[in-house]
Structure formats: structure tokens, C-alpha cells
């Protein structure tokens, strides 16, 4: 996993471990497949979470994801958004899924560009189409600097 990304040009200053667990719930209860858990004192990262038992390909689609809540973490972005933040992560984790073969990771980067969720979803769409105008180096380089598309 950590060759493919580092393929992407989405490598971690500090490694960060990753656990499997039994299943995760969100503040709000929502259930989800992966959590990144922040020091928010020092702005690192004490760890990433996975819910056990995912598909190789949704396990591999979620870890892209939550390494860049770790990326971001690690470099200071200024991010205050859901949208951004979460728009950000999907874009790790739809590059991570391009380079997969098969139907099933096609399948998944289809939905997550038409998924209606007003936070991943939309945040997924503008980021994708900043990246688009303006490239994937520019989009990160503004994001870390001022915490907005650019």
C-alpha cells in the first residue's frame, strides 16, 4: 500500500499505523469504514483506524482516504471546512483506486462522483474540478497554504 501511494506522490512526513478494528462510529453515530485520530496539541497523528473485513479494494480505497486526513494533518493545512476537507480525501482515495484493476474500483470512483452527500460528494466534485483547472500540485500547494481551492 504504501508504494502505491508513494507512486501518487502522496507519501507521510512520519509513518502512521494503521489498525484494524470492529467497527467505527462517528460522533453524530454515523457508522464508518476508517477514522484518523489527531493530536490536535502537536498537529500529528496518533493513529489511523479500519474497520475490519473490508474488501481488498474498499480497505485500499479507505486507508488513500485517511492517509490524507494524515497528509493534511502533517503539513498544517488550514482547512476549517467538512466539504474541502473530506473533498480532499476522496481525491487521495479516487487515485488510489484508478490504478486498481478491475470493475469494482471503477465502479466505486463512479459513485463517489455521484454520490449526493453534501459533504463527500460535493467536496469530492470541487476539489476533482480544481485539480482538473488547475492540477493536482497547485490544488495541494493552495490548500496547505491558505486552506482554499484555488
Known amino acids: 500500500m504504501r508504494e502505491q501511494l508513494t507512486a501518487l506522490g502522496i507519501e507521510l512526513d512520519q509513518r502512521v499505523r494503521v489498525r484494524l478494528v470492529e467497527a467505527i462510529h462517528l460522533p453524530d453515530g454515523t457508522a464508518a469504514t476508517g477514522l484518523t485520530q489527531e493530536c490536535e496539541q502537536s498537529r500529528t497523528v496518533a493513529g489511523i483506524e479500519v474497520v475490519r473485513g ?3 479494494v474498499h480497505f485500499g480505497a479507505t486507508v488513500a482516504h485517511e492517509i490524507g486526513h494524515a497528509w493534511l494533518i502533517q ?6 471546512g467538512p466539504v474541502l476537507l473530506e473533498g480532499v480525501c476522496e481525491v487521495f482515495a479516487s487515485a488510489w483506486l484508478k490504478r486498481q484493476p478491475g470493475r469494482l474500483p471503477a465502479a466505486l470512483r463512479e459513485a463517489m462522483a455521484a454520490n449526493p452527500d453534501n459533504v463527500y460528494g460535493t467536496g469530492y466534485r470541487l476539489v476533482r474540478a480544481a485539480v482538473e483547472r488547475s492540477g493536482i500540485r497547485a490544488v495541494l500547494q493552495e490548500l496547505c497554504r491558505s486552506g482554499r481551492l484555488p
Do not use: D
Request: hydrophobic share 35%.
Open 54 to 56: 473490508l474488501t481488498s
Open 75 to 80: 503539513r498544517g493545512a488550514p482547512i476549517t
